[in-house]
Structure formats: C-alpha cells, structure tokens
C-alpha cells in the first residue's frame, strides 16, 4: 500500500531498481510482467460460509464470507446485499498500527468492492427471500496478514475464491412470513470471475505485481479488474504520478492477458 | 409446555462431545516464522482455534511521549476476526477483546527482560482466524513463541491452558461449547521453568476441593503444550494428530506455483 | 556443573550450568543456576556460559561500524535508521571538519533523506540516543552499491574468526563488502552480477549460520557459480 512504510527506500535501492529496469530486469530476477509465486488455500475457516487465505510472493492476505438474513437497501427492495470490508492488521506490516480504518484500508475494500460488485460476482437478486422486507447480506471480510506489496491482486483473487468455495443454509420463507434455514446447503451463485492485476509506474517502464521495494519507488499504480469475458469492469489509478493515454491503454491490454492466466490458474475458470 | 433438554455434553465414561476424555488436550499444530514483515511471529491450531501472533520491537516507541525510562513499553492488541465466530462479529473491538489484550499482556510481561531495552517499545498483536473456545489461552502459547522468534529475551516461555466443569466432570481445555454450556471456566497460564502462574480467571463455580483439581488440571495442560512449543522452536514447524491448516499451501486444490 | 552440551539448542528458560561461571551474552543468573534467555546455540568459553542468538535486535556499543539510511534532515542534525529501536543521530560536528554556518550551509547538500552511510557509534547508553560519526577513512556517504539486511545476531558469523570467512567472500566474489555490525551489510561490486552472487552468499551464511563445515561449503558454492 502507498500508505506504508516508516522509512522511505534508500536513494542506491532506488537508482539500482531503475538502473536494473532500464534493462528489463527487476531486484528478485523476474520480468515485469511476472507475478510472484500464488498460492490459493480455500476453506482454510470452516466457521466462514467460505475463506481462502492467498499469498503472493510473501504478502498473505485471507479472506472470510458470512452470509446473514437482513434488510435490503431502500432503493433496491428485491436485492441482496454484498458488502466489503478490509482490515490492514498490525501484524501485517510495522507501520499498520492497530484503529480504525484508515483511508488505505477504506480504498482497498472499496476498490475490491468495485470488482466484485461491477463484475456481478454474485446474482444478487437470487438472495432475495421477501422483497422489500427480507434478503440475505454477503459479508466480505478481508485481513491483510503480511504486507509484501500489492495487497489489490491478492485480495479480490482472495475474495472470490472464498466466495466461490461459500456455502449457505438453503432459506425458505414459511407461511407466516418468517425466514427459517433449512439444514440443507447450497453454493451461493457465485456466475462471474472478476480479477485484478496491478502494475506500478516506475521511471517510464511499467511492472506487473509490484513488490514492496517496487512500491516504494513507484510514483503511480494502476489496477485493472476484468472478467471472464475480458471486460474491463474496474480501474483504480493511485498515487501522485501521471499516465499518459497509451500507458493506459497499454496497461489495460496487459491486464487482460495476465488476469486470464490468474483465472486458468488459480480460479479454475 | 416442556423445556429443550441439552443434550448432555460429558458422556457416561467420560466421553466428551468431540471424542476426548476428560484429560485430553485438543489436536494441537504450531507454526513459527511464517510472517515475512513481523520480527516474530508464531501460528497455533487447537482443536477448532486458529490464531495468529506477530511481535514487532524492540522498536522505537510511537507516540513519544508514553515512552518509559527504565524499561520497554509493551502493547498487545487481541482481536476476533469478524469471520472467526458462528455469528459475524462487527470488526471493531469489543470490551471482551479489549480485556483479553490487558490479561494477554499480564500473561507475558513477568517473563519478558523489559529493563533491557528502555524507551522502547515492544508490540504483541495476537489475531483469532476462527474460535472455538480458549482463545485467550492459545492466544498467550502463540504470543510466547512470536516473542522467542522475534528473539526478545525472556527468563522463560509462558504456556497457557484451561480447565472447566461440564455436567458436574473436571474437563482440561475446553472448547466452545463445553466454555458457554458448563459449569466452570478456569484459563492458567504458567511459566514453567520459573514455575509461576501469570494468568489466573475463572468464572462459574466451584467447591473448594473442584477448585484445586481444576487448576492443577490446568498447571499440568500448560506444562504439556510447553513440551509442545519446545519441539515447535526446535523443529520451526509442528503437527500433533491435527489436520489442514494456515501455512505456506503444500496442501489444498488450487495451491500452484504462479 | 553443566546440564547442556557445547552447540546445544536451548531455549528461553532453559537450565544451563549451576556453579562457578560468568553470564554472557543472551544468559540470565539467578540463585539456582545459569538460564538461557534466547533461541540460539550454546557456547562455552573458558567459564563464560552465553547464547549464540538465532533473532535479536541491534544494540549499538562504542566503536562499532555500522551502516545505516538517513530519514530525517533536523536543524543541526541527522536521524539515521541503523536498525535498532534507537535511532543514531548524527550531527554537523561529526559530519564535516568545516565550520557549519547555518545561513549559508544546506544540511541537505552535505546528507539527504535516504541516503546511505557507513558510521562511527560514537556514544551510547540507555538514556540517550547513540550519536554517530561519518568521519576518518571509510567512513560517509555511500554513492552505490547494495544494502543486504541480517539479523545481528549472526554478523560475527558472518565476519568469521579474524575476519577469514568475509574476507573469503570478498576476494572470491570480486566485491567491496562493508560489514555493519548493526546488521546492515554494503556490498559493491564492478558488475551487478558479483553483487547477486555475493548477496546469495550472504543469505547462505545467515541461514546456515549455525552448522559447521560452513566455509567449505560457501567456497565451493561460489566456485560453481563463477
């Protein structure tokens, strides 16, 4: 997260990572269009209707489902609610300190939130029990455990494999107009694959899945989100750098290409 | 109309709900280093328990001025998930979390040489992934093992364990359901070398004599799980009849090299 | 008498010795005996009981040389990041030999934020923050290279006894390596691969700190690979 460190790169760690990206390299050797190594552990909390805890490089980040009957919002009355959460955990890193959310957790949540909700992960309008009255609210919760850079990438990857691994309590609504849970479960309607991947401006050359060291050095990031059909369904651009139209262009192309792989790969989709 | 009848929870030859006997701990696996940022950090599994702990310090202390003289300043934040419960806990704290975080710090601090570093700071931070009862006491067995790997030095480990009362029999480390349902609850933590408790609750009842095998139950629960966290810094990784887990995905279907 | 054996794990809390002989490093006294207060292995030497650490902060102690990032450009002063939970601080007087006018003189012109040196401690106690000196040979800014992070612990492992194993490294890899006892180690080579190849020595020693047979093995890893 730009918001992190104490402690500003040394000024020879900066020259020697836009040294070495003037030559297509990067500090741990890979491309700059190759990730780190992914792991995907899904149902890792049998309490969670779904989990999954993933690790990108040596960031961790695991996510947890809950899946509640609530009241609809106002202005969609036969519509489920989906609503995420992030939580940057002073464990993660030494310069989280524990609180409140701060304005990285809160754009994290909202970007993953965007994916999710743009891409329609979930048919919403299947966890309607009473219209207008009675719906069931999806809860994500994500926690950063290990912050290593590019917490964007392995929280939505993290989200939706812990939505796609969600199992809920089949509801039927009884002739009173009550809600009861049924002792039967069922998947929750998990129908798009929205990932993200997220590259970092460094100099005039772009890096895909940015490290820490990278982020630090970074002047500007942009995280693409697409899905399975290569629609592009969420941008973020953060920090102070600017893009020019081909960059951007030029980064969406890479996005496609890399969130196809992460989906074969870590999705099964 | 007739009352619902709980089910008993202790059966006639002292079969627990999950299969144990009366003295038997819960499967217990231990993980320690796993996180990359933290200076130490330590991974418990217990039973149905998974909770994380992270140390950070001695560091320089933030905001100065609650820095103290003579020795180090030292934190401990304990939280729930909100996904870790049956019912989804809100995320911010709650009173319980915020006496749990007290009691954890008084469970370690006897043991830690703070006069060592003074006008600093050492952090403990202690994360429940899913809970099931005991949390607190598995929450001290991993901060004690988070704050070796960080290496801060201490006179000794702290083990800690609990002891309960379920339908009328002495039960050691009891789990979520045997904690809200039976008639005691009595969390010890103990130093073992030194040999000092430096955790003591209870709540429920207890006749004098119940009182005493309790809490001897409890001592001797805490001097096995510190045979346990030895073999974990010994080995770095450990695994005690327990089963999948948080940890770098040897296992699971979709783990895959990116 | 002794209750371990000579490159024995202990642990926090662990019974070493009762009777006649002197706490190092990492072990603790009390009326029963000497105690571990550490991970680490055990060592003795002559009656010296300590803990050779696996994990431990930096505690600076006069004289020792350490490399530490500049983070913050005071009035009179820098705050130097030389991994420990006390931030050196170095000041004009031990920066530059000339006269410091703060009407005309940048502090920024002589060390900025994040820039690299290699120190002097000059002073330390626990009342008071180490003070730090970039002057005499060797000492100053550093212009390029690259930073490799080890828990200190471990350094006079890596330094080896009278220098033998760094000194291994240094001629075999071709690199200019500056150890900080602070854990922070430069490394400068002519071609970035030297430097790759040295850092990867580095971490193998840091990771195998504790076995023997150790200089063999870093020999011929290095043989292999130039």
């Not at chain 2, 320089?60 to 030292?74: D, G």
């Not at chain 2, 001592?219 to 770095?236: P, S, Y």
């Not at chain 3, 420990?84 to 000339?98: E, T």
């Amino acid at each position: 997260m730009l918001g992190d460190s104490s402690e500003a790169i040394s000024n020879i760690e900066r020259k020697r990572i836009l040294e070495l990206l003037s030559k297509g390299k990067r500090l741990d050797g890979r491309g700059v269009k190759d990730y780190r190594e992914i792991r995907v552990e899904r149902g890792v909390v049998e309490k969670a209707a779904g989990s999954a805890l993933v690790s990108i490089g040596g960031t961790k980040v695991i996510v947890g489902v809950k899946v509640e009957v609530g009241e609809p919002y106002p202005d969609r009355p036969e519509s489920g609610a989906l609503t995420v959460n992030a939580e940057l955990t002073p464990l993660a890193s030494p310069s989280f300190e524990p609180g409140p959310p701060d304005e990285y957790s809160v754009e994290l949540a909202r970007v993953v939130d965007r994916g999710l909700r743009e891409s329609k992960v979930i048919d919403l309008e299947k966890l309607c029990l009473i219209p207008g009255k009675k719906v069931l609210v999806v809860f994500v919760d994500i926690y950063v455990l290990d912050q290593c850079g590019n917490l964007f990438d392995a929280s939505l990857l993290a989200s939706v494999s812990a939505l796609m691994n969600s199992r809920v309590a089949q509801y039927v609504v009884g002739k009173g107009g009550e809600v009861e849970a049924k002792s039967k479960y069922v998947p929750l309607p998990v129908r798009s694959y929205p990932v993200s991947v997220t590259m970092a401006r460094i100099g005039g050359d772009f890096v895909v899945d940015p490290s820490l060291d990278e982020e630090m050095v970074a002047d500007a990031r942009i995280t693409v989100t697409t899905d399975k059909d290569g629609n592009v369904c969420a941008l973020q651009k953060g920090g102070v750098g600017v893009f020019s139209v081909d960059d951007v262009l030029e980064a969406i192309d890479v996005a496609i290409e890399k969130s196809e792989e992460l989906r074969r790969d870590f999705l099964g989709v | 109309m007739v009352g619902k009848i709980r089910k008993k929870l202790v059966g006639k030859g002292g079969d627990r709900v999950d299969g144990r006997k009366p003295n038997d701990l819960r499967p217990i696996k231990i993980e320690i280093g796993l996180l990359q940022r933290a200076d130490g950090s330590a991974y418990i599994e217990q039973g149905k328990n998974k909770i994380l702990a992270a140390v950070y310090g001695p560091r320089e202390v933030y905001p100065r001025h609650v820095s103290l003289h003579n020795k180090a300043l030292i934190r401990c934040y304990y939280r729930m998930a909100s996904f870790s419960t049956e019912e989804r806990k809100s995320p911010a704290p709650s009173r319980r979390e915020v006496e749990i975080s007290q009691v954890i710090k008084d469970a370690l601090e006897p043991v830690i040489f703070s006069e060592f570093y003074p006008r600093s700071m050492i952090d403990i931070f202690v994360e429940v992934l899913q809970a099931d009862g005991g949390t607190r006491c598995a929450g001290i067995t991993a901060a004690s093992l988070a704050l070796a790997n960080a290496g801060v030095p201490m006179r000794d480990l702290v083990a800690s364990c609990a002891a309960g009362k379920v339908d009328g029999q002495l039960v050691l480390d009891p789990n979520d359901v045997e904690d809200k349902e039976g008639e005691a609850d009595l969390p010890v933590a103990f130093a073992p070398q030194m040999g000092v408790v430096t955790l003591l609750q209870m709540d429920g009842l207890l006749s004098k004599d119940e009182f005493d095998q309790a809490f001897k139950l409890a001592v001797d629960g805490c001097k096995q799980i510190n045979t346990l966290q030895k073999e974990a810094l010994r080995g770095r990784y450990l695994a005690v009849g327990a089963v999948g887990g948080l940890g770098q995905g040897e296992k699971g279907g979709l783990s895959r090299v990116g | 008498m002794l209750f371990v054996k000579s490159r024995q794990w202990v642990i926090p809390g662990d019974l070493l010795a009762k009777g006649e002989y002197a706490a190092g490093e990492n072990v603790y006294k009390d009326e029963e005996g000497f105690y571990a207060s550490k991970v680490g292995l055990v060592d003795f030497e002559n009656r010296v009981i300590q803990v050779i650490a696996v994990h431990g902060c930096y505690l600076p102690s006069i004289d020792d040389l350490v490399v530490g990032k500049v983070l913050k450009v005071g009035l009179s002063e820098w705050v130097v990041d030389i991994n420990s939970p006390y931030k050196g601080i170095l000041f004009v007087s031990g920066a530059s030999g000339r006269p410091f006018d703060s009407r005309r003189d940048e502090l920024r012109d002589i060390l900025d934020v994040g820039d690299i040196i290699i120190a002097k401690v000059l002073e330390f106690d626990r009342t008071l923050d180490p003070r730090l000196s970039i002057k005499g040979r060797g000492l100053g800014k550093v212009e390029s290279g690259y930073v490799v992070k080890m828990t200190p612990t471990k350094i006079p492992r890596l330094i080896g006894k009278k220098g033998s194993m760094i000194e291994l490294v240094k001629n075999r890899t071709g690199c200019q390596i500056t150890v900080g006892q602070n854990g922070y180690i430069l490394v400068i080579g002519k071609k970035v691969e030297d430097e790759v190849l040295a850092v990867e020595v580095i971490r193998m020693i840091e990771r195998d700190a504790h076995t023997s047979g150790l200089t063999n093995r870093v020999g011929e890893f290095i043989g292999k690979r130039k």
